[in-house]
């Protein structure tokens, strides 16, 4: 074979590592894919720890409005002082800091550092067969970019006024003029968080492309990838071209904050008084909701498809057989990448925009359905006859299919222009995408700790601890959001700090039912207790990591694909010998073989 | 731990890694101009009429910018083949050329093009009228501390600022330091809203010889330099040019620093350089073309 897994000869790339490395060397500023990916699953397990902590105390100010915060009251006073949280409670302006600030550390600071970046570096090269990433400084680059965008948003919380507070959309005119006590204030400490997360994508985004192009193993030919890959994949290319327009908003926004700019201010704009704000006026609220939706959309898809590739992985893996409809799988993943860049609008159905153009993008919202829908019942058809294995990643794969189909379904009636009218930011929106996410993406990244974690550490987290937070977690995950399907329905619209109090019906005024607003009670306390399900899962992985169950061998799953042909857990370098590939990614049960399972670097046999 | 396909390409791309990856980048950066231009494009056709400027942009100027940046994105082709035919000195000739190319680029645009629309100013009159000009003289009414046998005073003194100041706002004209008492203005010949004989009749109440308009403070509505605050013409106009100024630099200290510090690689990996000097040249050449759509952009329509 000519050189392929070599370099050119004289011309080794050097690297630190064949020396002696320091401890900041080898945890801070490593260079090593596997280091990487831990780092990002870290710092992103803390930031959904401290966004859930965010919501639960919106959820108090939601069921208990006016009331102060029962036990952390007093702190939340001490830190955040008497404005924000006078006596304990959560003001109105603090409610909307912690919506903002919930939205977007969900989004930008959790869910995809660890869905995208975190599973993504760890298993992705080793899926493929190389020995680590293809610009391995550009990705220790932009993990620290990441964690320096989570400083400056966590400090914008601590910003003369208060953390942003105009919606994790950051809408101008309000995102320019909620804050005008201060110049640089939390929405500026938001703009330039944003930029560096979005640095860090992007960065991350060419390293994933070139990686999966170039440095795949031979004989491992794209349709011999693993799903997973194909995922990120898609998932790398949809951040590389989604986020660079929102980075140009994001500057333009920080202009007109900073600068005076109308880049978003229209022309004769009045705050509270009889002549226009001093600015030249002469922009677009419009502008900025086009760009923001522009990366918004794509970005719900980044979201969801490291996930459905996750689970695919681990549906594959437990019920013994091989995927149902691989191409299918392929090409839905290729179509939804395609189709996420020509639906935005359907996110701008009640700016005004006309029929003709929310013809197009409600059309294009419908076909966007269907690969996502192809991809799960593929996922469903692969258990048909299957020898399912129900461990603790296997149940929270199994799970996501349900809890996914009833996010994406109930997406559909929010794709129509005349039904969005009335469900336009409702409740019904809010539980529409959290179960997409929550249930939906959280459940298949439990699943994926679950299942890599003895890869990585050795030792297998414990299954009676991962199956009580199974259960818990999918009662409690449906009991907080399925009431908020009635509750949009029946009108009641987000962001209300009081829960809607403002908007009860009384017997002269139309208004919300007291029903609709009761829920929020039953809601909030489901809330606290999804929270308090994560205990076993936080107990179970940090016992499990000196105290687990030693794995029996390198492939204690008895997979297929190429992440377990690797030492346990895999050194620099990854595989004790070059890879190559030559069978499809699962090759599970095949009729004559010597075992369940072959894997792939296995070699034909002599005939 | 070898990284395959660093220096050597793989063959079923044909494709070096870094080569790869910077057309990835581009890419993303071609969604990043496009947003840019997209929100120019947008802005400018939603925005009232008259509020639009346009010719206040110096065209030759921008043509030998053009010109510039434009032989740059040759000589930088020109250095990487030499590289290619192992002609290290001719392509220290032709990379030279290039960072001068882009230091001229910049100190054109940041020392001259920019502090021009720094010190050019607008004035939008009580009365609806409006002119831009030069400022030639300011009235002024500064407040000054003094201390004398024991007494703080604070008192208003006089003053005169000749010459056209920079960055003055209608805040200038009534500080907490200082007051604009009145502005001497040396009017354009004409004003971007208007045709030429409407503009000349409203500033006819001008010198007879120095054509210059004195305005107190109380005529004047708004005061603006040309800066982004000014209008969303100017904001964009800023916005775009900055940034790609800001590629101009980065791309020149890159270029700069493989043509010193960085050509040591010659000596030991004369390939892995060649392909970073490549590299660098193709980023070169999507700053040049970012600015051959700004240019028509901006100073042509």
């Given amino acids: 074979m000519e050189a392929t897994t070599h370099a050119a000869p004289g011309h080794a790339v050097h690297t630190a590592h064949h020396h002696e490395q320091t401890f900041w060397q080898k945890y801070i500023f490593s260079t090593d894919h596997k280091v990487i990916g831990i780092q990002y699953g870290v710092t992103a397990l803390c930031f959904l720890f401290f966004g859930y902590c965010l919501m639960g105390l919106m959820r108090w100010s939601m069921a208990y409005p006016d009331k102060p915060v029962a036990i952390i009251g007093p702190v939340l006073e001490l830190l955040l002082g008497k404005d924000a949280a006078p006596g304990g409670r959560v003001s109105a302006d603090l409610y909307n800091a912690f919506g903002a600030m919930h939205g977007t550390i969900m989004v930008f600071l959790a869910i995809v550092p660890l869905a995208f970046a975190s599973f993504g570096n760890y298993v992705v090269p080793l899926q493929i067969g190389a020995v680590d990433m293809a610009f391995p400084r550009v990705n220790m680059a932009s993990y620290h970019c990441?964690?320096?965008?989570?400083?400056?948003?966590?400090?914008?919380?601590?910003?003369?006024?208060?953390?942003?507070?105009?919606?994790?959309?950051?809408?101008?005119?309000?995102?320019?003029?909620?804050?005008?006590?201060?110049?640089?204030n939390g929405q500026t400490f938001w703009i330039l968080g944003m930029v560096l997360l979005i640095t860090s994508s992007l960065l991350g985004a060419v390293n994933f492309c070139a990686t999966i192009i170039q440095l795949r193993a031979?004989?491992?030919?794209?349709?011999?990838?693993?799903?997973?890959?194909?995922?990120?994949f898609v998932t790398a290319f949809i951040l590389l071209l989604a986020f660079p327009p929102l980075e140009a908003a994001g500057v333009m926004q920080l202009m007109d904050n900073l600068f005076g700019t109308s880049f978003f201010l229209p022309s004769g704009l009045m705050m509270g008084g009889s002549t226009p704000i001093p600015v030249s006026g002469g922009g677009s609220p419009l502008l900025w909701q086009h760009l923001f939706w522009f990366l918004g959309h794509p970005e719900v898809y980044?979201?969801?498809?490291?996930?459905?590739?996750?689970?695919?992985?681990?549906?594959?893996?437990?019920?013994?057989?091989?995927?149902?409809?691989?191409?299918?799988?392929?090409?839905?993943?290729l179509a939804i990448g395609f189709l996420s860049f020509i639906v935005w609008a359907h996110h701008m159905y009640l700016t005004g925009m006309g029929t003709k153009i929310s013809t197009f993008f409600q059309t294009t919202t419908m076909i966007i359905s269907i690969p996502s829908v192809i991809i799960l019942t593929c996922l469903f058809i692969s258990l048909w006859g299957g020898s399912i294995r129900f461990n603790t990643p296997m149940l929270f794969a199994l799970a996501f299919l349900p809890m996914f189909g009833i996010?994406?379904?109930?997406g559909l009636p929010l794709g129509f222009n005349f039904a969005d009218l009335h469900l336009h930011d409702t409740y019904y929106v809010i539980a529409h995408f959290h179960y997409v996410v929550a249930p939906g993406t959280i459940f298949g990244l439990f699943a994926g700790i679950y299942y890599w974690f003895p890869k990585i550490t050795g030792r297998y987290m414990d299954e009676r601890l991962g199956k009580i937070h199974f259960w818990l977690?999918?009662?409690f995950m449906n009991l907080v959001f399925q009431p908020m399907f009635q509750q949009g329905m029946a009108g009641m619209i987000r962001r209300m700090y009081?829960?809607?109090?403002?908007y009860l019906g009384t017997d002269s005024e139309i208004g919300l039912a007291p029903s609709t607003i009761w829920w929020n009670k039953p809601i909030s306390h489901a809330a606290w207790a999804l929270g308090l399900a994560q205990i076993p899962f936080i107990i179970n992985f940090f016992m499990s990591i000196r105290k687990g169950k030693k794995v029996e061998n390198d492939n204690p799953w008895a997979s297929s694909t190429l992440e377990w042909q690797t030492p346990t857990p895999p050194p620099h370098g990854n595989f004790d010998k070059p890879m190559e590939v030559f069978r499809m990614p699962y090759s599970y049960s095949v009729p004559g073989a010597g075992s369940d399972f072959t894997p792939q670097n296995e070699p034909e046999k002599a005939r | 731990m070898d990284i395959p396909y660093t220096v050597k390409a793989r063959p079923d791309t044909g494709l070096f890694n870094a080569k790869l990856g910077i057309w990835l980048f581009l890419a993303s950066e071609v969604m990043l101009f496009g947003g840019l231009f997209s929100s120019y494009i947008l802005l400018r056709v939603g925005a009232d009429p008259q509020t639009w400027p346009q010719g206040l942009l110096n065209i030759p100027v921008g043509t030998f910018n053009t010109a510039v940046l434009i032989t740059s994105s040759v000589t930088v082709v020109l250095g990487w083949s030499a590289l290619q035919m192992n002609n290290f000195a001719a392509y220290r000739k032709y990379q030279f050329v290039t960072i001068v190319c882009a230091a001229a680029f910049l100190v054109i645009k940041c020392g001259y093009e920019y502090p021009e629309k720094f010190k050019h100013y607008e004035v939008w009159k009580t009365d609806g009228t409006r002119v831009t000009g030069h400022i030639v003289s300011a009235d002024v009414s500064n407040r000054t501390v003094r201390v004398e046998g024991g007494v703080t005073n604070v008192v208003w003194e006089s003053g005169h600022l000749e010459g056209s100041p920079w960055l003055w706002s209608t805040k200038t004209l009534n500080g907490e330091n200082r007051k604009v008492l009145s502005l001497k203005l040396h009017p354009d010949s004409t004003h971007y809203a208007f045709p030429a004989k409407d503009h000349h009749a409203a500033v006819k109440e001008g010198n007879e010889t120095t054509h210059e308009l004195e305005f107190k403070p109380a005529d004047i509505k708004r005061l603006s330099a040309f800066v982004p605050a000014h209008s969303t013409y100017f904001a964009i106009y800023f916005t775009l040019t900055a940034l790609h100024g800001l590629h101009v630099l980065g791309g020149g200290l890159v270029i700069a620093y493989l043509w010193g510090p960085g050509a040591r690689l010659w000596k030991t990996d004369p390939q892995r350089y060649t392909n970073r000097v490549e590299v660098s040249g193709l980023f070169w050449h999507f700053v040049d073309l970012v600015w051959i759509f700004l240019f028509p952009v901006f100073y042509l329509l």
């Fill in chain 1, 473 to 475: 977690s999918l009662l």
């Fill in chain 1, 302 to 333: 980044v979201l969801i498809l490291p996930a459905m590739g996750i689970v695919a992985e681990i549906i594959a893996n437990n019920t013994r057989k091989p995927l149902y409809g691989y191409k299918s799988l392929v090409y839905s993943l």
């Fill in chain 1, 146 to 184: 990441y964690f320096l965008g989570g400083v400056v948003m966590f400090s914008s919380f601590f910003m003369p006024g208060g953390a942003a507070k105009s919606g994790w959309t950051s809408y101008s005119p309000l995102a320019t003029l909620a804050e005008r006590g201060y110049l640089v």
């Fill in chain 1, 498 to 502: 009081n829960g809607g109090a403002t």
């Fill in chain 1, 218 to 232: 031979p004989g491992m030919t794209w349709m011999r990838l693993p799903f997973f890959v194909w995922a990120q």
């Fill in chain 1, 407 to 410: 996010g994406g379904l109930t």
